[in-house]
C-alpha cells in the first residue's frame, strides 16, 4: 500500500474469534507521512481499537505497534485535513533533529529526509529551534553519504526560506556550504551543489545578509561559468545580489 511518499505494508492476523491483530509495517519513504497515516488510522478506529501491543510508535521507527480491534470493522475513510492538533509538529521536528545528529548513518538519512519533506511547509518550518537546525546542517553539510548529503540540502534550501534564520546560516555555515560547492565530482551530476546554489541566491536576497557573502565573490564567479542552467542561474543571481548590496 502506498501513499504519498511512503511505502508501507498492513497485515491483519486472526487473534481469536472476536479480534483481530493488525499490523503496520513501512517499508520505504518517509516516517513522517507513515507516522502521520498511522495515527488518523487509530483515531478512525475509535472504540474498535483496544489496545497496542508494544510501546508507543516513535516518529521515526520503521515498524509500528500492533493494534486489536474488532472482526466486524469498516474503516471510514481518511480525510485530507491538516488539524495540527493531530501531532506536536515541535516534538516531531525535534525528535527528527536529534536522529539526524546521531552516528547512525541509516537514522541520519531517514530523518534527514524527513526533515526535508516537513519542512517544506512554512508553518513547519517556524517552528524548528534554530540552533538544532544549525548543529545539523553544519554535520550533514560535512557528510561522505550522498544520500545524507543531499537530504541535507534540501532542508538547507527549506530553512534558507525562513528569513530568521538566514543570518545565522551565513555567518555559522559559510565554510560548510563552500566546503559542499567546491567538492570533487561533477556539478551536472550532484543535486547537493545545485541546492547550495539556490540557498545562496536566497540567504543574499537581503542586502546585509548579500553584504556577508562579499568575501566570496572570486569563489562564487568560477562557478557562474559552469554548463549546468541550475547551478549558473541561482550563482549570477547571488552575485547580482552582492554587487547590489
Not at 507521512?33 to 521515526?60: E, M, W
Not at 529551534?129 to 544520500?147: F, G, I, T, Y
Not at 540540502?153 to 527549506?158: A, D, E, Q
Request: aromatic share 6%; hydrophobic share 40%.
Amino acid at each position: 500500500m502506498q501513499s504519498g511518499r511512503s511505502s508501507f505494508v498492513v497485515k491483519v492476523y486472526r487473534h481469536n474469534d472476536a479480534e483481530r491483530l493488525v499490523e503496520f509495517q513501512r517499508r520505504d519513504g518517509c516516517v513522517v507521512t507513515f507516522n502521520h497515516i498511522y495515527r488518523r488510522t487509530l483515531d478512525q478506529l475509535g472504540s474498535h481499537f483496544l489496545r497496542r501491543a508494544c510501546s508507543p510508535v516513535g516518529s521515526t521507527e520503521l515498524l509500528a505497534p500492533l493494534a486489536f480491534v474488532t472482526p466486524d470493522l469498516s474503516l471510514p475513510k481518511l480525510s485530507d485535513s491538516n488539524d495540527k492538533d493531530e501531532f506536536d509538529v515541535q516534538s516531531l521536528l525535534k525528535k527528527l533533529c536529534e536522529e539526524a545528529h546521531c552516528e547512525f548513518i541509516d537514522s541520519q538519512r531517514q530523518a534527514l529526509c524527513a526533515l526535508a519533506h516537513v519542512t517544506t511547509a512554512a508553518e513547519n518550518r517556524c517552528q524548528l529551534v534554530a540552533a538544532e537546525a544549525v548543529a545539523v546542517l553544519r554535520k550533514a553539510l560535512s557528510s561522505n553519504d550522498d544520500v545524507v548529503l543531499e537530504n541535507a540540502c534540501r532542508f538547507l534550501v527549506n530553512v534558507c526560506s525562513q528569513e530568521t534564520f538566514r543570518e545565522g546560516i551565513v555567518q555559522q555555515l559559510s565554510a560548510e556550504l563552500f566546503f559542499v560547492l567546491e567538492a570533487p565530482g561533477s556539478i551536472e551530476s550532484c543535486a547537493s551543489k545545485r541546492h547550495v546554489a539556490k540557498a545562496f541566491a536566497i540567504l543574499s536576497s537581503k542586502p546585509c545578509h548579500a553584504s556577508l557573502l562579499k568575501a566570496h565573490t572570486n569563489v562564487l564567479s568560477r562557478f557562474s561559468q559552469y554548463h549546468d542552467q541550475c547551478l549558473k542561474e541561482n550563482i549570477t543571481v547571488t552575485l547580482a545580489q552582492i554587487e547590489a548590496a
